[in-house]
């Protein structure tokens, strides 16, 4: 049974910066296909904002790009995200995801994941 356990998250001033990390129990990142992060907000659907698909090719949501880095550590089995000048409306609970093997589909779709981290709340205030 593969666990996503998320950690770093907290409270951040806007100007700031935070930085998230999901550690994998799984023995390996060999042949994992996606990995990402998503957030929700309270009263919004989730929203996938950055992945990394095949281990290179990086893709952002609108809403973060120039903002956030996602980067991951296969040695270390850890996926992350650096935060920098977080806004206000970046305040939601992020999740960590990845999905092992080939997909067709997007990784930039959260249908996409099999497996999900509980969770790691980011207040951002001004």
């Known amino acids: 049974q593969v666990q996503l356990v998320e950690s770093g998250g907290g409270s951040v001033q806007v100007g700031g910066s935070l930085r998230l990390t999901c550690a994998a129990s799984?023995?390996?990142?060999?042949?994992?296909?996606?990995t990402g992060w998503s957030r929700q907000a309270p009263g919004k659907e989730r929203e996938v904002v950055a992945t990394?698909?095949?281990?290179?090719?990086?893709t952002y949501a609108d809403s973060v790009k120039g903002r956030f880095t996602i980067s991951q550590d296969n040695a270390k089995k850890n996926l992350y995200l650096q935060m920098n000048s977080p806004k206000p409306e970046d305040t939601a609970t992020y999740y960590c995801?990845?999905?092992?093997?080939?997909?067709?589909?997007?990784?930039?779709?959260?249908?996409?994941?099999?497996?999900w981290g509980q969770g790691t709340q980011v207040t951002v205030s001004s």
């Open positions: 995801a990845a999905v092992w093997g080939y997909t067709p589909m997007s990784c930039m779709e959260a249908a996409t994941y099999g497996y």
């Open positions: 799984e023995h390996t990142y060999n042949n994992i296909y996606c």
């Open positions: 990394i698909r095949r281990e290179t090719t990086t």
